[in-house]
C-alpha cells in the first residue's frame, strides 16, 4: 500500500503525548517528516529520537507567540518549508460549570486551546499559502454536544470549531484546507491517570466504555488514523469539516 503523506512537511503542536505522540508516530508512517513542539521540549525531542532523522523535536508554549514564531522557524529552517499544521496542543482543566470558574482558569484555556490557534496561523500562514497546505485542529464532541462541570473547555473547544469553519472559508482562495477532529472519550496516558484518581476506577473506565456506542473508549491511534486521512489528498476536496471520531458518543440516549 502506497505511503499517504509521502514527503510532508508537517508541524504538529502538544506532540509529545497522548492523541499528539499517536499522530506524529503515524505520520511519520505514513512518510512525513515531523517537527513535534511540546511544553514538554525534553519529552518531543525523546519522541524525535525513536522517529529518527525525518522528525525534531521543539520546546514550544502555544500560548506564547515569540515561543510559536520559533518553532515554525525552526521547522522550515530544517525541513526547507511547511506542508501542514496540526494544533494539538491543549489542557482540560478546570472541571467546574462556569460560575465556579476563577479567571484565571478561564484565561489559561483560551491561551492554550484556542489563541494557540491564532499564533500557529499567524506565523505559519505565508509558508502554508506558498504550497497550498493544510490546518488540522484537535477540537471535541464536547465543542458540538456540551459537557457537564467543563464549561471553559466546552466553550475553547466549540470556539475551536467555529474558527475552523471561518478559517476554511477566508483561506480556500489560497488552496489551505483547515478541518478539525472530534474526539470523544480517549483512553490517553492523562485519562488513565485521571481514572486511577477516582474513587472507584474500575467503574469508571467501564463509563467511559458505556457512553461510546461502539462500546469501548478508544486508543489514540483511532484518532490519528483519522487525522492522516484528513492531512492526506484524499481528503483534497474537504475542509470546515469538524469530523466526530467518537464511536458515536453523540446519538442517541445513551449516559
Request: contains cysteine.
Amino acid at each position: 500500500m502506497s505511503l499517504q503523506l509521502p514527503g510532508r512537511i508537517i508541524l504538529i503542536t502538544g506532540g509529545a503525548d497522548g492523541i499528539g505522540r499517536e499522530c506524529a508516530l503515524a505520520y511519520a508512517k505514513e512518510g512525513a517528516s515531523v517537527a513535534i513542539a511540546d511544553v514538554q521540549g525534553a519529552r518531543a525531542v525523546e519522541l524525535a529520537g525513536e522517529i529518527g532523522a525525518n522528525a525534531v523535536g521543539l520546546e514550544c508554549d502555544v500560548s506564547a507567540g515569540p515561543s510559536v514564531e520559533a518553532a515554525v522557524r525552526a521547522t522550515v529552517e530544517r525541513f526547507g518549508r511547511l506542508d501542514a499544521v496540526h494544533n494539538n496542543a491543549g489542557i482540560a482543566t478546570p472541571s467546574k460549570p462556569l460560575h465556579l470558574t476563577t479567571e484565571e482558569e478561564w484565561d489559561r484555556q483560551f491561551a492554550v486551546n484556542l489563541k494557540g490557534v491564532y499564533w500557529t496561523t499567524r506565523y505559519a500562514h505565508s509558508e502554508l499559502a506558498r504550497v497550498r497546505g493544510c490546518i488540522l485542529n484537535t477540537a471535541s464532541m464536547v465543542g458540538l454536544i456540551g459537557q457537564a462541570d467543563h464549561a471553559a473547555y466546552v466553550a475553547g473547544k466549540g470556539g475551536m470549531i467555529a474558527l475552523t469553519k471561518a478559517m476554511a472559508l477566508d483561506y480556500a482562495a489560497e488552496g489551505i484546507r483547515v478541518n478539525a477532529v472530534c474526539p470523544a472519550g480517549v483512553m490517553t496516558p492523562m485519562l488513565e491517570r485521571w481514572c486511577q484518581e477516582q474513587r472507584d476506577p474500575a467503574s469508571t473506565k467501564q463509563y467511559l466504555d458505556e457512553i461510546h456506542a461502539l462500546g469501548y473508549c478508544p486508543q489514540p491511534d483511532v484518532i490519528a488514523d483519522a487525522c492522516v486521512f484528513l492531512l492526506s489528498d484524499r481528503a483534497r476536496f474537504i475542509t470546515g469539516c469538524a469530523l466526530p471520531v467518537s464511536g458515536g458518543a453523540e446519538l442517541g440516549y445513551r449516559r
